[in-house]
């Protein structure tokens, strides 16, 4: 008799998404250089990495909201008030 067991492992929402809820858009900038669409606090930005913390390979809270920052900036989302390392 052969048994098979599958595993589902389930993930986070991708950080796009959760990004695209906290600023309340539909998608990012076209042009990231010349457009920016709007600014996220870095509380928003800290709510994010704490729920992605399982996801992401961080050692903290901080190093986990600066990845989240850097995919913010790359979808033309400006980033305000991020807390310091240390």
């Excluded at 998404?17 to 906290?22: E, G, I, S």
């Excluded at 010349?34 to 870095?42: E, M, P, S, V, Y």
């Excluded at 190093?63 to 033309?76: K, L």
């Amino acid at each position: 008799m052969l048994i098979v067991a599958l595993l589902f492992v389930t993930k986070t929402p991708p950080t796009t998404d959760l990004l695209k809820k906290a600023a309340k858009i539909a998608k990012g900038s076209k042009a990231l250089i010349k457009t920016r669409l709007l600014a996220l606090h870095g509380s928003n930005v800290l709510k994010s990495a704490k729920q992605k913390m399982p996801d992401l390979n961080a050692n903290d809270e901080i190093a986990a909201a600066s990845i989240i920052a850097g995919t913010a900036r790359s979808m033309g989302i400006r980033v305000e008030g991020m807390p310091e390392h240390g």
